[in-house]
């Protein structure tokens, strides 16, 4: 895997094996026709889970809630996914852990990278939420390479990619024990720190480090803060929102392939993590998790947590997660059948969501429209800005395209109560044509 021309990872090799059919990358793609699908692999994996819903898959248990206080406070949500993971290791259920930690731009070429912890400090080093591109070639040889049972935190394509792994490769199987999932909207390109630093008057070269959510019990937990450290020890910050690509929904710097994804909550994960963004859960600054617990040693472990007090958590239904999830759902369920139903060339994926757009309101169609246009523009318009070495290109365009976003999706200015007005009026003819 390496860096394309827009900072996302893609393969690389010769020209013969990339353009050959491949059965074993056929079904261990999670992107693939060819390979086992969610649901297909969840009923594998947890038979005889109690419950079972559409949106959130087969699970024992979910709750709502947080970690102790040195894991909440060090985490960007409500610490449990570095909790279950130390705890993992503290119990000896484990030997590592696999999961993305900061890395040093100048030694590795990228400001992070999956790597095993064997800790349970370093596993509190690797917390907190990255949105950047990675890739799982490297712990995954390593855990070839060093016998142990392992455990493995990922977004719901690298779950579902282990899990289509293991299926194929025995010593995978054997030694990947445990599978945490994250929760995910999609995922951006390494482009978007280089914004973040165009817009806070600094060199992306000069960019030793980042956090993209640094936490703050006094503010919202939505209220997202990006963190700059330069290498010269000098810091800077800004709130996502004065930024001209902040509006996560927007879709600014998103991979293409994660429009073709119809997994929010990582379905295919022992256990899934997310944050609890409903009230007053998304108020309270110290963060605060929902959680989705598949496997049964998992559920005892997290209901061992909660008896001896080291978790603050409140059992939930799946419609109060899904409330949580709303607009990932929305945009990875109704969206995506928008998005199949459009002409296409390229090969399109297998989805568990049929095409269609019928019934889809003017303005929901024009959302999918723009974060589709944004998504793909946004790269493009920043490779040119970086080869130009004009930030003002892409952010004056940025800024554009984002109030023209806003207006659609939140009815703000004059294009926003036009839409009304024409959503209103077509309304009325459509009940008209109902009741003659």
């Given at each position: 895997m ?10 690389r ?14 079904r ?10 969610e ?12 419950a079972?819903d559409?949106?959130?898959?087969r ?13 909440r ?23 590592g852990?696999?999961h ?10 990228r ?44 977004i719901?394509c ?10 194929e490769?025995?010593l995978l ?9 994250l ?12 914004s ?13 480090a980042l956090d ?15 963190h ?12 996502w ?11 600014f710097?998103?991979s293409?392939?994660?429009?073709w ?12 993590f997310?944050?609890?963004w ?15 617990v598949?496997?049964p ?11 001896q007090?080291?978790l ?20 990875r ?10 002409p ?15 019934e889809?309101?003017?303005r ?6 723009l ?29 554009r395209?984002l ?15 036009a ?18």
């Amino acid at each position: 895997m390496d860096w394309d021309a827009h900072g996302l990872l893609k393969p690389r090799g010769p020209d013969r094996w990339l353009r050959s059919p491949d059965a074993v990358l056929a079904r261990t793609c999670p992107f693939s026709p060819a390979a086992a699908d969610e649901d297909a692999i969840a009923a594998a994996r947890f038979p005889d889970a109690p419950a079972a819903d559409p949106r959130i898959g087969r699970f024992e248990t979910a709750y709502v809630g947080h970690a102790e206080e040195a894991f909440r406070m060090g985490g960007s949500s409500g610490g449990l996914v570095s909790w279950v993971a130390a705890e993992l290791l503290r119990r000896g259920l484990v030997d590592g852990v696999a999961h993305v930690a900061p890395a040093d731009p100048e030694r590795d070429g990228r400001f992070f990278a999956y790597r095993v912890s064997r800790t349970v400090d370093e596993v509190r080093g690797g917390a907190k939420s990255r949105y950047y591109p990675v890739e799982l070639s490297r712990v995954l040889a390593e855990i070839r390479a060093t016998p142990g049972r392992y455990a493995v935190v990922g977004i719901p394509c690298f779950i579902k990619a282990v899990n289509l792994l293991r299926a194929e490769d025995p010593l995978l199987a054997e030694r990947i024990a445990f599978t945490l999932g994250l929760f995910c909207g999609h995922m951006k390109s390494a482009r978007m720190v280089e914004s973040f630093a165009w817009q806070l008057g600094v060199d992306p070269t000069a960019v030793q480090a980042l956090d993209y959510r640094i936490k703050d019990p006094g503010r919202p937990a939505n209220w997202y803060r990006a963190h700059l450290v330069l290498r010269d020890g000098s810091a800077r910050a800004q709130d996502w929102w004065h930024l001209a690509d902040g509006d996560w929904g927007a879709g600014f710097f998103q991979s293409p392939a994660c429009s073709w994804c119809d997994d929010v909550v990582a379905e295919t994960a022992d256990i899934a993590f997310g944050d609890a963004w409903v009230e007053p859960y998304s108020s309270d600054g110290r963060g605060t998790n929902v959680v989705i617990v598949r496997s049964p040693a998992l559920a005892g472990l997290v209901a061992e947590g909660v008896e001896q007090g080291r978790l603050q958590l409140e059992p939930v239904d799946a419609d109060f997660v899904a409330q949580t999830q709303a607009a990932g759902l929305r945009h990875r369920r109704e969206g995506l059948a928008w998005r199949l139903a459009q002409p296409r060339t390229a090969l399109q994926p297998r989805k568990r969501v049929a095409p269609g757009a019928a019934e889809l309101p003017l303005r929901r169609r024009l959302v999918y429209l723009l974060r589709r246009e944004i998504g793909s523009w946004s790269h493009r318009v920043f490779r040119l800005a970086r080869r130009l070495g004009w930030p003002g290109l892409y952010i004056g365009w940025a800024r554009r395209v984002l109030a023209v976003y806003q207006a659609v999706t939140y009815s703000r200015g004059r294009l926003g109560a036009a839409l009304d007005w024409i959503e209103r009026h077509i309304a009325k003819r459509h009940n008209r044509n109902l009741s003659a």
